[in-house]
């Protein structure tokens, strides 16, 4: 399979703080990779710094075989991947039809085309269409930051901890729908909750004080305990 | 009642006047978190370059473009040279902003001279119409259409268009709008340019408005705007408008009724706002 993204001894700091220490992880075409550790191993950094919001002081970060970290964040993005961050970054103050506006880089064919689907996927954001980012619930919240990564033509999603404060049928939800766009685009997912985590991923990755310390297929994690205890604390 | 009709037309114009340099400061802090305190310099700049142009020409609306321009101009050149450099410290901008406001007043006395420079309205703003016992002059009828114009205008740019859209995210979360692959730092030039277009645009309507132009006056409007900006809601758009025509109005009716107090009633309007509600009337809580 093609690599789509690779991440070669990454480091980043943020102030005085050295937060990612060496991050190195491939992510082929058409799979879902998810990064694990536990809260502050530097999840979240390393996403941000694929897209250029902390600046990479070492290492490299590969797209489509071209070195992205020295590049600005808006190119990053127009270069073809998606963020979804932490705390979904939704406009609150604007429609949920001008989150997904703002979104479009060029209103063509393919864009109609995805932002049907997508919410058909998410029919909720067809009911609330005129209704204010900031009035949505949180689930709705997580599904227009989904769909607003999504409805762009982007060979890769970023997708941070989407599962984060939902209610459990909420998180089906959320999962369903990242199940299904697994078909049309690579996904780097960060997540804590380890049950959604191992129903989407095909492969992982564990980051441990800002290092990725392990790696391996979804299937293999699933069965190996002590590793799971050690850099997960799931016992 | 034609008493009140005719300070209300004072007030409001003077409101306009003031919206026009508060609108662009609180967009620029709104969009940039920049305090600009050359701002009012920008609108002085205006005044001079656009009357300068309007007595060479003899057109008042070649005076205008002209400053529009000349603000645009030294927008650029003032968000890329000077601010650039200090994004994400206030410290650092208002120092810088404050030196700037010095250089571009001092400078119009090294160009124009340092005397006051008489300026009067074109022939046909010249007068008035009355109505019974009401009279409205020309000029600050015209300086109140071109406010509104300029309000709706600026409205239908945020509300209708494309940058405007990106501009009100922008307020929001410029780190997502950067995420969603928008270059933030053209959208920044665009809103600083459109700001200091339309400091200027009231700076060359203030000068045949007062009947005289200076050197200082940037620093005298900038004060105001500044009120206006901390009253309306820092970043504020909507709120700028009505907090101008607020303190428009009420300077208007305190230089008639108290005239004693009709410098102080603008502090105090800030006064009351920020004790009873400190992110201003308009602005969301911080």
């Known amino acids: ?235 | 009642m034609d008493l009140i009709i005719n300070l209300t037309i004072n007030g409001l114009a003077t409101g306009m006047l003031i919206f026009l340099l508060a609108a662009g400061l609180t967009l620029i802090f709104g969009l940039m978190d920049v305090l600009n305190f050359a701002h009012g310099g920008l609108f002085a700049w205006g005044a001079y370059s656009g009357l300068w142009i309007y007595s060479q020409t003899g057109s008042f609306l070649a005076g205008i473009i002209g400053a529009i321009l000349t603000g645009f101009i030294l927008g650029i050149i003032t968000e890329r040279w000077i601010i650039k450099p200090v994004y994400g410290n206030h410290v650092q901008q208002i120092l810088i902003t404050l030196g700037l406001m010095l250089v571009l007043s001092e400078m119009l006395k090294v160009i124009w001279g340092p005397n006051q420079i008489m300026a009067s309205p074109p022939d046909y703003l010249k007068g008035s119409w009355e109505l019974g016992s009401i009279i409205i002059i020309k000029y600050r009828a015209f300086i109140i259409l071109v406010g509104l114009f300029i309000f709706a205008a600026v409205q239908f740019v945020l509300k209708r268009t494309k940058i405007g859209l990106v501009v009100r995210a922008g307020v929001m979360n410029k780190e997502m709008v950067q995420s969603l692959g928008i270059n933030i730092q053209k959208v920044f030039m665009f809103v600083f340019m459109m700001g200091a277009g339309m400091a200027a645009l009231g700076g060359v309507l203030l000068g045949p408005y007062s009947g005289v132009i200076h050197a200082g006056m940037g620093m005298e409007f900038a004060i105001l705007a500044f009120i206006v900006v901390v009253i309306g809601g820092m970043g504020n758009f909507k709120g700028s408008v009505l907090a101008a025509i607020l303190v428009g109005l009420s300077g208007s009716f305190m230089a008639y009724y108290v005239p004693d107090l009709s410098l102080a009633v603008n502090m105090l309007l800030m006064a009351i706002v920020l004790i009873i509600r400190p992110q201003g009337l308009f602005g969301a809580k911080g």
């Not at chain 1, 939704?90 to 689907?117: C, H, P, S, Y």
Request: hydrophobic share 40%; net charge neutral; glycine share 10%.
């Open chain 1, 1 to 235: 399979m093609n690599k789509l993204l690779t991440l070669d001894q990454v480091e980043t700091h943020i102030g005085q703080y050295h937060i990612l220490q060496g991050v190195s992880f491939e992510v082929k075409k058409g799979e879902v990779t998810v990064l694990l550790g536990r809260n502050g191993a530097g999840k979240t950094t390393t996403l941000r710094t694929i897209m250029g919001l902390n600046q990479a002081t070492k290492g490299t970060i590969s797209f489509k075989g071209e070195a992205i970290q020295t590049l600005p964040t808006y190119t990053i993005a127009k270069r073809g991947i998606g963020y979804v961050p932490e705390d979904q970054g939704i406009f609150a103050g604007l429609t949920v039809e001008e989150n997904m506006r703002v979104a479009i880089q060029t209103e063509n064919e393919e864009t109609a085309k995805r932002m049907e689907w997508i919410l058909n996927l998410f029919p909720d954001l067809k009911k609330f269409w005129k209704k204010p980012g900031g009035l949505l619930s949180g689930g709705q919240k997580q599904m227009l930051a989904i769909a607003r990564a999504y409805v762009n033509e982007n060979e890769l999603l970023l997708i941070d901890e989407p599962s984060k404060g939902l209610a459990p049928i909420v998180v089906e939800k959320v999962m369903e729908s990242i199940i299904q766009m697994k078909d049309q685009t690579t996904i780097v997912l960060v997540e804590q909750n380890f049950m959604m985590a191992s129903y989407i991923g095909d492969c992982f990755y564990i980051i441990d004080d800002g290092r990725t310390v392990s790696h391996g297929s979804m299937k293999q994690l699933k069965e190996d305990e002590e590793m799971k205890r050690k850099y997960l604390g799931i016992a």
